[in-house]
C-alpha cells in the first residue's frame, strides 16, 4: 500500500503572508495620523479620508506642523490649571481652626494623629 503524500504549495502561502503583512502596516501607518489628528482636536475622518488618498507619512507632518486647535488649546490649559489649583492648595482653607479644634478636643495627641484619623 502506498501511502498518500501531502503537498503543500508554499507560493500562495507565502503571498498571503505578504499581503496581511502589508495590509496591517497600511493599516498600522494610516491609524497613527488618525490617533494625532484627535490628540490635537482635528477631524479624524477628514484625516483618514487624507491618508487614504496621499500617504500616512505626509499626514503626519501636516498634522504636527498645525498642531492644536484653539479650542483643543483651550481645553488643554483649563485642564492643567484645575490640576495645578488642586495640588497647589490640597486642605480647605478653614483646615487651621479644625486643627486648632481637634487638638483642644483631643489632648495628648499629635500631628500624625490628626491626618492618621480617617
Excluded at 502506498?2 to 503537498?7: G, K, M, S, V
Excluded at 490635537?40 to 491618508?51: A, E, L, T, V, Y
Aim: glycine share 4%.
Amino acid at each position: 500500500m502506498n501511502e498518500a503524500e501531502i503537498y503543500i504549495e508554499w507560493k500562495p502561502l507565502l503571498m498571503c503572508f505578504v499581503a496581511i503583512t502589508i495590509a496591517t502596516l497600511i493599516i498600522i501607518s494610516i491609524v497613527i495620523p488618525v490617533k494625532m489628528a484627535i490628540k490635537r482636536g482635528r477631524s479624524s475622518f477628514g484625516w483618514f479620508i487624507f491618508c487614504l488618498f496621499f500617504s500616512p507619512f505626509l499626514a503626519i507632518i501636516i498634522i504636527a506642523l498645525l498642531g492644536e486647535t484653539d479650542e483643543k488649546r483651550r481645553e488643554r490649559i483649563i485642564e492643567e490649571e484645575k490640576l495645578r489649583n488642586k495640588y497647589r492648595d490640597p486642605a480647605p482653607t478653614n483646615s487651621q481652626n479644625n486643627l486648632e479644634k481637634w487638638f483642644q478636643e483631643n489632648p495628648g495627641k499629635n500631628l500624625n494623629d490628626y491626618y492618621n484619623k480617617r
